[in-house]
């Protein structure tokens, strides 16, 4: 591995474009390959077992265009796959987004009352729970699921009464319905789509809540990572390869809302995971 | 094939148990075997070649069950796996949801306006539209996608402000903005998903409209298919077996809902279609 091989990031589809817009701010001169497995998606409904397959397949995949890194960019990929991945692309250093975002929402945390929203499967498997839990003994996490959050950002209904409305059906039992000391004063968007929610969630949430989400922690958690095995690039323009599993106009029209660039559909190269 | 085979029925998840339930009560003396293809569901935010690859396995799969006839009861893959699935299993009947639905549509309209709702891929497809104005030449029909439907009945939000506001957010379009003689006098409900949230849709498209779905019309010509060919089971006190790719608790749980009666997990069989 060469420092300028390019870094792997790989989503169900095209939420993980949150999560790589902040590497690629943070690493300008880093290259990308992104993968999203449009064909399958959405994995925050899956079993684990699934999952886990799934995320193989797409990590092998990435291994093959000899990455120095991988980031799997999918909070529900990262709960079930980090170790599976990690041991199937053994020289290649894997960074999940659960670690960095339980880093991140312990950080932002004084009270140490933590809410947690997320897709069903990051929620049922308790990683996020499980890893604020371990960074901070006396925190306290409630997670609940909130899968339409997904549909809602996919389908760009971001803001107003919609948005509202929904936020306030999966945020009002975490903080309209407790009080004082017992409020979480910190929650976590523990899937990559909710960040383009951040406005209508924060709105119910209300002021004195912090809103954190993996982003920023897991460029930061990737920067050191390649610093510490001196593979991070040095001079270099950056750049970006898009593949996917199904759909290239798709993901070109829904992923440039979550990139905030235009993408041209002849950008995306379709592949194949089996 | 004899009368005594089951009747295969799939779907990309459970919205095909609404369809499902109507057989049933149609022709309860049927034996049936349902395939939800829950590991890669949805359907409708997918490619045409995708949806119809995993059409073909799915009709494969349930072709090595020996059924007598086949059910397509998902809009997206009727739309565009209809042609390849009756070509791959040639001496089995096929039967899609899109020709019923529409003649559903075509009988229930007097005015011969009529507004299609479905998923993102089977409005791309225009599946809808060509059938309806096939049947009727003066129709005059205008169709939208309506994907967080899906989402939406999948987490029993089916009534309340939500289902609502999101029922105006479509619907509004359509009835609201139209007066007169151009406003439709009837709505397909064009994705298995959506009887579920036919209160909902019903409310807000306003009295004069008439709801229909694809499910009663579906249900009667299969039993017609079946009488034309003496293949009808005569006597038999019918029976459901369910085979799902994935999650078979998420599908007894979600499921339930759809075909409106207990379903325990264990009956769900894994299965794998590649």
Redesign the interface.
């Known amino acids: 591995m060469t420092p300028d091989a390019p870094i792997g990031v790989f989503d169900s589809g095209v939420g993980g474009l949150t999560v790589l817009k902040a590497l690629a701010a943070q690493l300008p001169q880093e290259r990308f390959v992104y993968l999203g497995d449009?064909?399958?998606?959405p994995y925050g409904?899956?079993?684990p077992e699934?999952v886990q397959r799934y995320a193989l397949q797409a990590a092998r995949t990435l291994a093959r265009h000899d990455v120095k890194c991988l980031v799997i960019a999918c909070n529900t990929a990262s709960a079930v796959g980090l170790g599976a991945v990690s041991e199937a692309v053994r020289d290649v250093p894997v960074i999940g987004v659960i670690e960095p975002g339980a880093q991140a929402a312990c950080a932002a945390s004084r009270s140490g009352h933590i809410a947690v929203i997320a897709t069903?499967g990051t929620v049922r498997g308790g990683a996020y729970q499980e890893a604020i839990v371990r960074r901070r003994g006396d925190a306290r996490v409630r997670a609940v699921p909130a899968?339409?959050f997904?549909?809602?950002a996919?389908?760009g209904?971001c803001r107003g009464?919609?948005a509202e409305?929904?936020a306030h059906?999966y945020l009002d039992p975490l903080f309209a319905a407790s009080a004082g000391a017992s409020r979480p004063d910190t929650l976590v968007l523990g899937c990559t789509h909710f960040p383009m929610l951040a406005e209508a969630i924060g709105l119910v949430a209300g002021p004195g809540v912090s809103i954190v989400d993996s982003a920023q922690t897991t460029a930061r958690c990737v920067r050191q990572t390649l610093e510490a095995r001196d593979l991070a690039a040095g001079a270099g323009a950056g750049g970006l390869r898009l593949l996917a599993t199904?759909?290239p106009e798709?993901f070109a029209r829904v992923g440039a809302r979550f990139l905030e660039r235009p993408i041209d559909p002849r950008e995306v190269e379709l592949v194949d995971l089996?």
């Open positions: 449009t064909a399958r998606l409904t899956k079993s699934t069903e899968p339409l997904v549909a809602l996919e389908e209904l009464p919609i409305s929904l059906h199904d759909a798709r089996l």
